[in-house]
Structures are given as C-alpha cells and as structure tokens.
T-cell receptor
C-alpha cells in the first residue's frame, strides 16, 4: 500500500533562517505531489504541485520554493524565513486520472 | 475570495444521531467534490467524494449529497460515533494541468460527538 512521510513533525526557526521540509511517498510510481499550507483558522492553501521530476508549478507568489529531485521526493524550501511563513505544512500525493489526494501528517512550523 | 465555504465552524451532535455538515461553493466550473476528516496533529484523511454528474454518493455511514443548482453539498454521518469527532474539510476540484488536479478547500467544521 502507499504511504507518505513528512518530516520533521514540528520545527521552530528564527526569522531569516533557511528552511527545508521533506516529503517522500512509497508504494507508487510517478505520483502527482503537492505542498499545502494551513494558516490558523483558514483552509488548506495549495502552494506547489508537481506532475514529474523537475516539474514544479507555483500557485501563489511567496517566499518559498519547491523541488522534486526524485520521482517520490518533494522538498519545500526557503532561503530566508519570514514571520508570515508560520503555519501547518502538508504534503500530499495522488495517482493519475481523478484520484483523491492523500496527505502526510504535516509539519508545524513556528517562526520566532 | 473564498470559493468554498463552510459557514459553520463547529457542530455538536449526540452519539447515535445524524451529523450534517454543509459546504457551499461559488465556482460553477468545479467538477468533483471531496470530504476530508482531520484529527489534531495529523494530516487530512480522505473520506468520500462525488462527481458533479451525480447527486448522491454513499459509503457506509457516510453519504454526500450534491445540489448543483444551489451550489451546495452536504455530508451526512449516520449514526454519529464519538470517533467521528474531528475537523471536516470540504474540497472542490477545478482546473487541471496535465494530470494534476487542484483542490480548493473550505475552512473546516469541527464536529464534536457527545455521549
């Protein structure tokens, strides 16, 4: 069966520091991959999605970037974190052709 | 612009009764709708979905109804159980690039099932 892993589960970072969150999927090949953010009291906002290695689409302008160096690996990065980057970050995957997205357990990011 | 709205932030229901969670949307191009359930400190778990060509989909205790003319969908849980206590997100799909589907989420409704 397919599983998705995200780490770390929680992270506290100072303003201006870099960020790297990793997500990996097991048990499937060529998944579509997604990064979402949930700010306090709000719904999930799609940040990036990828349909293949090296293919990244950005949904909203922001201080973050994403990369997909391998088929089942998706990385969310920032060179310099802002206070507004705080939130709950979720990675998701889906198969092809109308399949639901399945989420990891998320990373709670706090910026001090 | 909130295209998917869940106007009730919370709902309390007695065990054994029916829970009805509501969701409204504004974009008539949405063609597929999903419900997710989320426990604290975990990612959302897919529950049930419905295509825009249907008006009802049932899976065990969970039924989703879609009213396209009203741009409204609802999730019914019967009978409600204490383990159903969680935050429920409505999501709508609209827009494809290649095979990736973009989901727009509501803000969630916290369901509390009491004994």
């Amino acid at each position: 069966s397919q599983t998705i892993h995200q780490w770390p589960a929680t992270l506290v970072q100072p303003v201006g520091s870099p960020l790297s969150l990793e997500c990996t999927v097991e048990g499937t090949s060529n998944p579509n991959l997604y990064w979402y953010r949930q700010a306090a009291g709000r719904g999930l906002q799609l940040l990036f999605y990828s349909v293949g290695i090296g293919q990244i689409s950005s949904e909203v302008p922001q201080n973050l970037s994403a990369s997909r160096p391998q088929d089942r690996q998706f990385i969310l990065s920032s060179k310099k974190l802002l206070l507004s980057d705080s939130g709950f970050y979720l990675c998701a995957w889906s198969g092809q052709n109308n399949q639901p997205q399945h989420f990891g357990d998320g990373t709670r990011l706090s910026i001090l | 612009d909130q295209q998917v709205k869940q106007n009730s932030p919370s709902l309390s229901v007695q065990e054994g009764r029916i829970s009805i969670l509501n969701c409204d949307y504004t974009n008539s191009m949405f063609d597929y709708f999903l419900w997710y359930k989320k426990y604290p400190a975990e990612g959302p778990t897919f529950l049930i979905s419905i295509s825009s060509i249907k008006d009802k989909n049932e899976d065990g205790r969970f039924t989703v109804f879609l009213n396209k003319s009203a741009k409204h969908l609802s999730l019914h849980i019967v009978p409600s159980q204490p383990g159903d206590s969680a935050v429920y997100f409505c999501a709508a799909r609209g827009g494809y690039t290649g095979t990736a589907s973009k989901l727009t989420f509501g803000t969630g409704t916290r369901l509390q099932v009491t004994l």
